[in-house]
Structure formats: C-alpha cells, structure tokens
T-cell receptor, first 111, second 116 residues
Framework: QKEVEQNSGPLSVPEGAIASLNCTYS??????FFWYRQYSGKSPELIMS????GDKEDGRFTAQLNKASQYVSLLIRDSQPSDSATYLC???????????FGTGTLLAVQP | GAVVSQHPSRVICKSGTSVKIECRSL??????MFWYRQFPKKSLMLMAT?????????EQGVEKDKFLINHASLTLSTLTVTSAHPEDSSFYIC????????????FGPGTRLTVT
C-alpha cells in the first residue's frame, strides 16, 4: 500500500462548481498534512496546511482532515479555469519525518 | 509564503559534464533544505536532505557521489550533477521549511536539466 494515495484523475468540473479532491494515507502517526498545487512545468505551490481534525478554510479552499479514517480532502468552491492544475497531497511526520507526496490529482475546470 | 529561488531555471549540457544548481532562501534562513527530482507526469521524488554545516542525507538509491550536495550557508544549498548522462535529464526542485520548527515547505521554481 502506498503511503499517500490519490486518484490521478483527471477530475473534470464545470466552472463555478465545487471541486472535491481526496487523499488517503497509511501512516497513523502522521500529524501534518498539506495540499500543493502544481501547474504544468512549474514547481509545487503550498496552498493549505492542516494539523487538526475538522475543516480549515482559506478563501475558496477548504481542507478537511479525519485522522481516524486517515483521510484528508480539499474542496475548491467556485472553481475557475485558472484552478486547473495537479493537486498534490503531502504529509509530514510519523515514522519517516519527511514530506511524503501522493502522485497528485489532475483537475480540469471547464469554462 | 517564504521565497526560495533556484538558478539556473533551465540548463542543457553535454553528456559527461557536470552541472551545478543553486537553491537560495531569500527572506529566511534554512538549516535544512531538500532536493527533489520529478520526471514527466510523475510525482516528486525526494533525493536528499541538505544540512547546513554537515553532510547531506541521501535517500535510498540516490548516488551521493553523483549528486553532490553542499549546504555552504544558512541561505544556500547547491546540487551538482556530476558526469551527467541523458537519464539524468529531469526537473530538479529544492525546498526549504520556513523556520526550524516549521513543517511547511516552500519550493523553488525548479531547474529543468537536459543532458544531450
């Protein structure tokens, strides 16, 4: 089992809709979770971090963490074509003490 | 967020030559920096952890004699790809946490290396 699993997509949503990106992880000790956005040919950009169970909102983005279910998600409200990118889930801490990335979900927002 | 720069952004070199890539933290000090590589349509692969004032820690399978890392100061880490071969062509990205206790890592813009 991979340490961090994401559906590779592509996830296609119409402009203005809510995009829901999901991530599961295997290491129960992990404490810190991150969402990065990566445009094609560019490096990852940190958009959200979450450390506690529940929801964390920042503008159009909401991160949700459920440690019992080992599940973290990212919701993007009012999706825009400029949100089209690969979204990488990452976690830190636990046994490895390194930032571990999922393979990413490609999001395509259709105008 | 914190700003991390990389230089060069793009480099083409001939097989057998060496290439140095610089990673700088512009508005903060970083005792630790990380080097990743990414192949097309693949996720990031951690190569090594660069530690200021001490030796780098390499991930399993990464040749330390081929990928030389030097963390000369609190704001600069360099990665030198020695005797480059076409299979070393990749996107190399560094990152740094903003603060010793921070888990949030900020990435440089990356260096695209092409070995001909």
């Amino acid at each position: 089992q991979k340490e961090v699993e994401q559906n590779s997509g592509p996830l296609s949503v119409p402009e203005g809709a809510i995009a829901s990106l999901n991530c599961t992880y295997s290491d129960r000790v992990s404490q810190s979770f991150f969402w990065y956005r990566q445009y094609s040919g560019k490096s990852p950009e940190l958009i959200m971090s979450i450390y506690s169970n529940g929801d964390k909102e920042d503008g159009r983005f909401t991160a949700q963490l459920n440690k019992a279910s080992q599940y973290v998600s990212l919701l993007i409200r009012d999706s825009q074509p400029s949100d089209s990118a690969t979204y990488l889930c990452a976690l830190y801490g636990g046994a490895t003490n390194k930032l571990i990335f999922g393979t990413g979900t490609l999001l395509a927002v259709q105008p | 967020g914190a700003v991390v720069s990389q230089h060069p952004s793009r480099v083409i070199c001939k097989s057998g030559t060496s290439v140095k890539i610089e990673c700088r933290s512009l508005d903060f000090q970083a005792t630790t920096m990380f080097w990743y590589r990414q192949f097309p349509k693949k996720s990031l692969m951690l190569m090594a952890t660069s530690n200021e004032g001490s030796k780098a820690t390499y991930e399993q399978g990464v040749e330390k004699d081929k990928f030389l890392i030097n963390h000369a100061s609190l704001t600069l880490s360099t990665l030198t790809v020695t005797s480059a071969h076409p299979e070393d062509s990749s996107f190399y990205i560094c990152s740094a946490p903003q603060g010793a206790q921070s888990y949030e890592q900020y990435f440089g813009p990356g260096t695209r290396l092409t070995v001909t």
